[in-house]
């Protein structure tokens, strides 16, 4: 039973299952929004398993990538630095998991993605295998969207338009524009989340020449307020569409993490002015795993940002998804 809890472990932390929360949270929206066709326990369990089998799929891709582009240039495994996010494909570079170890996990999760999408071409219809072939050639080209600034823009297109858009039609069978709508705000929320990270990772990217979204900017004060209109933004398209009648009045509710999000814009710009933050994660700020933990580690002063950026993703898909239904 112990041996099976460290491999569960090192599992979740070879694929950094700890950001599947940006997954689930915009499936969870679509879901409750989809109840009014009664979608199946079957739909809902196989829907959710395909996305977190991509998302996870497509983490540990990325490490891969990185980690072979590096040993490329001449490096070897125990040489590799990846700059702030020093945890970044430990157990591939302690050997933990050899590189063909890892193409065989990539393969069987997507593989499981691909046998779901499958399932759902047939039953549902043509739509499907559009939105997963989008989907698949996003991810593939993910890993070299650096070279062009265009890696936020495609995650954020693909947590927000299509996971939430190919997560409505599985459960109800048929799209939304609604949906659409408010997956642009998710999109907008996933794109803070990768820009925030990369505005901690400044350094590293600029010395590797990662073409970032913050890096875009040139300074980063510029790529903080870069990330304060991606933020706006998401809050002024709800604003938006509930003005014109296109979303229920309920949705606004969403304004509720409000305070989440001037808690993200205070500690980047004390990340970036480095001062000496103590952090002190509240109960309102949402779930931080394994907090004490990271503290030890001393991962805190890039844990705490990372998950203030993904918790306010998060709480904003769940209270969406809660008050549209609870309408």
């Known amino acids: 039973m112990e041996n099976f809890k460290i491999k569960l472990s090192n599992f979740f932390e070879l694929t950094r299952a700890y950001s599947v929360l940006m997954s689930v949270a915009p499936w969870f929206l679509a879901l409750m929004w989809a109840q009014i066709y009664l979608p199946s326990p079957k739909d809902m369990f196989l829907t959710l398993i395909g996305i977190i089998c991509v998302h996870l799929g497509t983490n540990l891709f990325d490490d891969y990538i990185d980690v072979t582009k590096e040993l490329n240039s001449g490096k070897t495994l125990d040489t590799i630095d990846f700059g702030a996010i020093n945890n970044k494909a430990r157990l591939i570079l302690n050997g933990t998991f050899p590189l063909n170890k890892v193409i065989r996990i990539i393969a069987i999760l997507y593989a499981i993605a691909v046998l779901i999408g499958i399932y759902y071409t047939i039953t549902v219809g043509p739509a499907i295998p559009v939105i997963i072939a989008i989907s698949g050639i996003l991810c593939i080209l993910y890993p070299y969207a650096a070279k062009y600034y265009l890696g936020e823009l495609i995650v954020g297109l693909l947590f927000g338009p299509l996971l939430m858009s190919g997560t409505y039609l599985a459960l109800s069978g048929y799209l939304s524009t609604r949906i659409l709508i408010v997956s642009i705000s ?142």
């Open 186 to 327: 998710v999109g907008l929320l996933t794109a803070a989340l990768l820009h925030t990270h990369a505005i901690m990772d400044w350094e590293y990217d600029e010395r590797k020449g990662k073409n970032t979204l913050p890096r875009l900017f040139k300074n980063k004060p510029a790529a903080i307020r870069a990330l304060e209109v991606l933020v706006w933004l998401s809050y002024i398209n709800i604003i938006f569409f509930v003005m014109t009648g296109w979303l229920h009045p309920n949705v606004l509710y969403v304004l509720i993490t409000l305070p989440l999000a001037t808690e993200l814009f205070k500690s980047i710009k004390d990340y970036i002015n480095i001062k000496d933050v103590k952090f002190i994660p509240g109960w309102w700020m949402g779930p931080m795993e394994d907090w004490n933990k990271i503290s030890k580690n001393g991962m805190g002063f890039f844990m705490y940002r990372f998950y203030l950026a993904r918790n306010l993703c998060f709480l904003f898909c769940m209270i969406a998804g809660i008050a549209c239904y609870l309408k």
